[in-house]
């Protein structure tokens, strides 16, 4: 059975480095099932994410624009219920829409901003009425009554959702009232007392109790086996957004995943003393680690010593490991409905992790490659050969380019490009790209919330941050590791000068340029 439009399949991790992959030549990871969809299409070896944060960049995935367009800024916003998506563009045109996994559009947290109040504003808070449609549909709250709860569909353009929130054993949404009706004592699988004996000390590193079948990974796993199998006689095309909440901390990989790889097979390759003229915030947070600091929240990015950070990456390879099955499994679903033949696979990530580089863990102000590019490979019927693009690219590309493969024009407004073109052969697809960082708090050293705006080509990374009179210039072709800041080099000044117009050439194509007009004046 097959059907005139292509059905399409992507996968999404949460914080994954473009280099943990096995067919990306990690020396120690193996994801043979992401290999083989890798083998059967195109991995793209420069794809970079529109802002190196979970909840900006999962919007601009979904709108194929930028968050400084989209309005979801910074973590614990939400996108608007005024934004158009493309996968409404796809309900409208006929396809059937869900998301299993997370989806992290909305905050999925009740706890409060850590962001100080600036004080009285009057009568009116804000410079934006509040959308009375932008109901709490990740709140905790709708998931705290036994049964299910009945997410408002369609949901920004899904009309099944199975949801996720949250990170590690401890997931909400539907996979947290499926876990309390499945688990049978499950409280006693969330007690912090009833950790699995281990012997590692690395911040976050936690043995769960939650065994493999019950573990939040294992949920996404079946639910998108389950809706597969729902599909197999339907003759409707097919959008489908399967999102895995690892391999982002705590770091507790489930069952065997826990020691599948030890600490001592992986190594700290780029150091703090390999970077030869440290920025201001890498300095305080060199100087905060050293002087016993402590880290400003479980989601901020730290240093750690080498014996910690080799503990992380092994409990992340294990995450990693236990997506790739659920990832083999998924395919093999696929192959047995009849639809693999008509169905474009699609793999990435949302952002990635320092996880070791400069010994920082986690993610932050500074756009180094570690957080900025994330995988992204791209399986279409229409041509399984397998092949390696350099292709610049980005998160923002991945809209305009799904809607361009099932030949459904996009809407105004979009800000991406479709990359099919320039992978068939065609002109290259940009010389440059942008990405953005905000800030909801100060921290990191940085005395307001850091305003970040890098641009990226195929030889260089410049970087301004808002009032600071320093920034960053990297040459990637002699520097890939980016470890030595040539800002205040003269002779690098003119390479400064051309990309600093460049950068402004981006920022003024932020405006957006949707609602069109209505009237000649």
Request: proline share 8%; with cysteine; charged share 20%.
């Amino acid at each position: 059975m097959t059907t005139k439009r292509p059905c399409f399949l992507v996968i999404m991790t949460d914080q994954q480095r473009a280099d943990w992959l096995g067919c990306a030549g990690h020396p120690v990871l193996r994801t043979p099932h992401l290999d083989a969809l890798a083998a059967a299409g195109t991995r793209f070896d420069n794809f970079h994410v529109a802002s190196p944060i979970c909840m900006p960049n999962r919007a601009t995935f979904m709108t194929g624009r930028y968050p400084s367009v989209h309005g979801l800024r910074y973590n614990g916003c939400r996108l608007s219920a005024s934004a158009n998506t493309f996968v409404e563009v796809l309900g409208l045109s006929g396809y059937r829409t869900a998301a299993i996994g997370k989806s992290h559009l909305q905050p999925f947290s009740d706890q409060p901003p850590k962001w100080v109040d600036d004080g009285d504003t009057g009568p009116i808070a804000e410079a934006w009425k509040p959308d009375p449609r932008d109901y709490g549909q990740e709140s905790p709250d709708r998931y705290g009554e036994a049964g299910r709860y009945d997410v408002v569909t369609p949901f920004y353009g899904f009309q099944h959702v199975d949801m996720v929130t949250g990170h590690g054993d401890r997931c909400g949404g539907h996979y947290g009232q499926w876990f309390r009706e499945t688990a049978g004592d499950w409280r006693a699988l969330h007690d912090p007392e009833n950790q699995l004996a281990h012997n590692y000390s690395c911040p976050q590193a936690y043995r769960t109790p939650v065994p493999e079948e019950l573990y939040s990974t294992a949920y996404v796993r079946d639910r998108t086996i389950d809706y597969l199998e729902t599909r197999a006689d339907d003759t409707a095309p097919f959008f489908l957004f399967v999102s895995f909440p690892d391999p982002h901390h705590p770091f507790n990989p489930p069952g065997r995943y826990w020691d599948l790889y030890s600490p001592e097979q992986f190594e700290v390759r780029l150091p703090y003393s390999a970077h030869r003229n440290p920025t201001p915030p890498l300095r305080w947070m060199h100087d905060n680690w050293q002087g016993g600091g402590g880290q400003f929240s479980p989601q901020t990015a730290t240093m750690l010593d080498e014996g910690h950070l080799r503990e992380a990456m092994a409990l992340t390879a294990g995450m990693v490991a236990c997506i790739d099955d659920a990832v083999g499994e998924i395919m093999a679903s696929l192959k047995r409905s009849g639809r693999h033949e008509e169905t474009v696979v699609c793999f990435t990530a949302d952002h990635g992790d320092y996880l070791g580089d400069f010994n920082m863990l986690l993610k932050g102000a500074m756009p180094f490659r570690s957080i900025t590019r994330v995988p992204f490979l791209w399986s279409d019927p229409a041509d399984r050969t397998g092949r390696t693009s350099d292709l610049l690219a980005s998160t923002v590309d991945l809209a305009p380019t799904i809607l361009a493969r099932a030949e459904i024009a996009p809407y105004h407004g979009m800000q991406g490009r479709n990359v099919l073109p320039a992978l068939a052969g065609g002109d290259e697809l940009r010389e440059d790209l942008l990405i953005e960082y905000n800030d909801g708090m100060a921290r990191l050293g940085f005395e307001a919330p850091a305003r970040v705006r890098a641009l990226v080509s195929r030889r260089w990374r410049y970087t301004v941050y808002l009032g600071q009179p320093w920034g960053e210039l990297y040459d990637l072709e002699s520097d890939p590791d980016e470890t030595h800041n040539l800002w205040d080099s003269a002779a690098h000044a003119s390479v400064r000068a051309d990309l600093a117009e460049r950068l402004n050439h981006h920022l003024i194509a932020q405006m957006d340029e949707s609602p069109r007009s209505t009237r000649v004046a």
